[in-house]
C-alpha cells in the first residue's frame, strides 16, 4: 500500500523528517508499505491569495499555477497520508499552513472519503495537543479518517532514557491504529455513516442550494449526493438528522442571504 508523506518542515533533515523516517520503519515491521516523501520545502507552491475563487467557482478558477495540482495527485494515488509537521508557536508551519488554505475549497467539497490518514508533529515542550488536534480537524475535513495521532518530545538538547521510551511507546501505538485501520480498509465495503457525518454532510448539501448563486461549485458538487460516497446511511441516522437540521436552520435564520436591493 502506498503512503504518502508530506513533510511541513523548513528543515529538510530536521526532527520532523527523522520523526517520519521512524514512522515508516515502524509500519514496514507490520506489513508491505511503500513511502513517499514529499518536502513542501521543495515545492513551488505560492502563498494564497484569499480571492475565495476555488470555494465559490471551483479549484480550476485558482489564478496561482502551480504545484498544488500535482500534490494532490499523489493524495488522489496514495493509500493513505501522513501529516507532519514542528510545533511553531502553538501551531503548524508556515509552509503547512500555506498548503491548507491552498486546498481550502476542500472543506466544502472534500475529496479523500474512503482514505486513511495519520498526523505526527514534534514538539520542544508544549504545543503538541493544539497542533495535533488542529491537523485531524482539517485532515478529516478534507475526507479522510484519522487514524493515529503522535507527537514526539524532541527537544534542542540529548534526550534521555526515559524520554525516548516514551516517544517510542506513543509512536508504536499510533502506528498500530493507522496500520490496522489500512488493513480494514481493503476489506471494508461500504462504512456505515454516523449521525455526525451524515449532519456535516446534509448541511453543506442543503446550505449549497440556497447560496447557489453566489457559491455555484458547492452547489453542482451537492446536488444528487446521497452521503460523499457509497455508504450505508441507516433510517435512525436520517430520522434524528432531519429533526436536528430543522432545528440549526432555525437558529440560522438570520444568516442566509438577503433579498437583492435596487441599486
Known sequence: MKILT?????????????????????????????????????????ECRGCFNCISRGIEF???????????????????????????????????????????????????????????????????????????????????KVAGKCSLTTAPWPATEGL?????????????????????????GSPNVSIKEYMGFRIFQTISRDVKEYMPADYQFYQGKKYYQPAKVGFLTKAVTGIMLRVIFFMMRDMGPGEKKDQ
Open 62 to 144: 485558482c489564478p496561482l499555477k502551480d504545484d498544488r495540482q500535482m500534490i494532490q495527485e499523489k493524495m488522489h494515488q496514495a493509500d493513505g497520508l501522513v501529516m507532519v509537521s514542528p510545533v511553531y508557536v502553538m501551531t503548524v508551519t508556515a509552509l503547512m499552513k500555506n498548503f491548507i488554505d491552498r486546498v481550502a475549497y476542500l472543506c466544502h467539497r472534500p475529496e479523500y472519503h474512503g482514505k486513511k490518514a495519520m498526523v505526527l508533529c514534534t514538539t520542544g515542550g508544549i504545543g503538541a495537543k493544539e497542533t495535533l488536534e488542529y491537523m485531524e480537524l482539517i485532515t478529516e475535513a478534507w475526507g479522510y
Open 6 to 46: 508530506i513533510i511541513g518542515s523548513p528543515r529538510k533533515k530536521g526532527n520532523s523528517y527523522q520523526a517520519a523516517c521512524k514512522l515508516e520503519q515502524e509500519m514496514k515491521t507490520r506489513g508491505d508499505y511503500e513511502f513517499e516523501y514529499l518536502f513542501l520545502k521543495d515545492t513551488d507552491l505560492q
Open 164 to 188: 525516548e521510551k516514551k516517544n517510542s511507546k506513543s509512536l508504536q501505538k499510533s502506528v498500530q491504529k493507522f496500520d490496522q485501520s489500512l488493513k480494514y480498509m481493503e476489506q471494508e
